[in-house]
């Protein structure tokens, strides 16, 4: 077991986009820490920089300059193959639109993170299984995702989320697109997933959010607003 | 899988081209092949390295008849000729061809013994009034001649010591006289022709010479060691002519040759148009499930993984077409065999090599989509729709 109780170690992070004529500076020093069984809310105006900030947490990318500690690895200067090992093996992600695969049945696209990790078949469905239960959708498993309502894929997304025993629980927006009574429920999921110890980041506008974090964090024009917010 | 599957329509018309390419490779190897048995089938009895010196009639007042001393020249004329054999026909004797022969006669054409001896060189020496002959050869009163019994030839008598295993006959007339029924053939020692006027032994007149060589594959040089030895520095010179009957054979197979180059052609052009058909809707397939991507390599997916998956789809694609392919193949084989009278065969191998080559162009024609897929930025392709 790792002794640290520090999951997420960021310091000076930086990410400029280079695409365009001119470089855009998405993210500018920005530097947080997130403990084990946190749960912390990322708030601030759409282009502040939040869903930036949430992707180099994530490893879906990585920083242009700065340093970004896992659980004590450095994913910052990570090749693309280590970072998607670090993606399977230690992130789970829920999205505001599910992204879910139309044409793999809930177990398949729950099961899928782990037979990425080279886990066979059987041991993947029964732990695809077990999760899918932890989010109360045991009796759901051969349905395709379209034939979900948004809770229910929702739920699936965070089954997919939770199957790898990840060491930090990502979510952008993820009642964005539920409507309020849905959303609820899933929050008091993600509450209950907190209660249980897992470490969550979520990136949202909404106020209830917020409000059930132990830390809430405003970004402004790529960076860290250095006061807290109180809702 | 499922998107194979999904698209059925699409997947089977991109498909098309890898199956008629494979069918044809299918075909074309089947002729090939098929020819090929044709000829090992019609050489059976002599064998594909057999190469055949012939007398001709004297054109040219320079020219000799060819003679026996020939082909004792020859026998040390290269180390490729490991067996020859001289024999002189001298005619029918009522329905029997009577051969004038020596001792290797009986191997080089591969005849067996059925009974006593073959002719020895005692027998070429001392001139030895004595034949060899085959099952069907009847005396003058009808009934079979066995061991010991006495032959007539013209004004002489020839004692039976041996007798020929029966051969099957064979209907090909491609190569005329070269290939004889030896079942009705009568073989004397070639120094003891049915003839009154007695020569010297090289100056006996022969009509053939056949040799074996150690390969089918030694016998243009052997033409050209036999040319040299037989032909040139003598005055007179024999009129001769050297066949192949390999090589008549694979003459008389130019149609097939130029089908099976045609299919070849047919069958590369198929592939590759396939293999384009197949990069295409793997393309398409790429684009389409941009997200789809995007979503794997955030949950974890490498870009390997990403690119095995649309390269394993792509080969699978292109198996299907295959299996298709080497359907259609078969009974297109069957329908040139039953129409257009040619031998084929399908072999194992060939089948096999058809499978693989459409194999190998889903692995192609997948590969740049693959690689396309694998690329992409996980967070842009999440994006789009």
Redesign the interface.
Known sequence: MNENPTVVTVRNLRKVYCETETPVVALDKVSLTVGRGEFIAIVGASGSGKSTLL?LL?A??TPTSGVYELRGKNVATMS??EL??V???EIG?V?QIF??????SVLDNVS??LK??GISDHEAAIRAKESLSRVGLSNRTTHLPSQLSGGEKQRVAIA?ALV?GPSLLLADEPTGNLDSKTGCAILELFEALHQEGHTIVVVTHDKSVAKRADRVITIHDGNIVPMRVEL | M??VL?NRVRSGLSGLGIVFGVAAVVAMLAVVEGARNDVLERLSRLGTNVLFVLGKDNELSTQRQLQYGDALRLTHASKLITALAPAVIIGSRKSETVIGITPSYVQVRQLTMQSGRGLTDVDIQTRARVCVIGREVLGDDGNQVGLGDVVQVENHIYKVVGIIASEKSTKDQSLGSLIRNHNTTILIPITALPMDAVVVDEAIGITEITIRAPKAEDLIAMSRVVNRAVLHGQTPEPSVEIVIPLQLLREEQHAQRVFAAVVGCVAFIGVLVGGIGVMNIMLANVAERC??I????????????IAMLFLAESILLTLFGGVGGLMLGVCASFGIAHFGGWSVAISVWSLLLAFCMAGLVGLVAGWYPAKKAAALD??EA?RRD
């Open positions: 992707h994530g879906l990318d693309d193959e998607s090992i993606r399977r093996t992600f999205f992204n879910l695969i139309g044409q793999l899928l993170p990425y990790n997919r790898i | 499922q998107s999904a997200k789809e995007g979503i794997r390599r955030a949950i974890g997916a490498t870009k390997k993984q996980p967070v999440m």
